[in-house]
């Protein structure tokens, strides 16, 4: 069974940067993509990106798009959220997620079938 463990949150000044790390273990091989969602207080998880496990293929959503990036390490078995110029509406638990099998949408929680305990990201302005 894969396990996800996020790490790399923090607190960060608004135009700041962190990179946000996601380690898969239990099975890593089966694992056809991997994304990350957010969560603010009082809002709905909502998809931030996600990336094959073939690294072919990545995804962003718009608010996020040209300030964020997804990429991932298979030696490690790591996935990683580089995010550059934050601002305080980044501010939001986030979680590290996989699917072990094809699946052509991404954007729903429900494309997903295994999830990390979530990192907290704090931007100040």
């Known amino acids: 069974q894969v396990q996800l463990v996020e790490s790399g949150g923090g607190t960060v000044q608004a135009g700041g940067s962190l990179r946000l790390s996601c380690a898969a273990s239990g099975g890593s091989i089966s694992i056809y993509r991997m994304g990350w969602f957010r969560q603010a207080p009082g809002k709905e998880r909502e998809f931030v990106a996600a990336?094959?496990?073939?690294?072919?293929?990545?995804n962003y959503a718009d608010s996020v798009k040209g300030r964020f990036a997804i990429s991932r390490d298979n030696a490690k078995d790591t996935v990683y959220l580089q995010m550059n110029s934050l601002t305080p509406e980044d501010t939001a638990v986030y979680y590290c997620?996989?699917?072990?099998?094809?699946?052509?949408?991404?954007?729903?929680?429900?494309?997903?079938?295994?999830w990390g305990q979530g990192t907290q990201v704090t931007v100040s302005s």
């Open positions: 997620t996989a699917v072990r099998y094809f699946r052509n949408s991404y954007y729903y929680t429900r494309d997903y079938d295994t």
């Open positions: 990336i094959t496990w073939s690294g072919r293929s990545t």
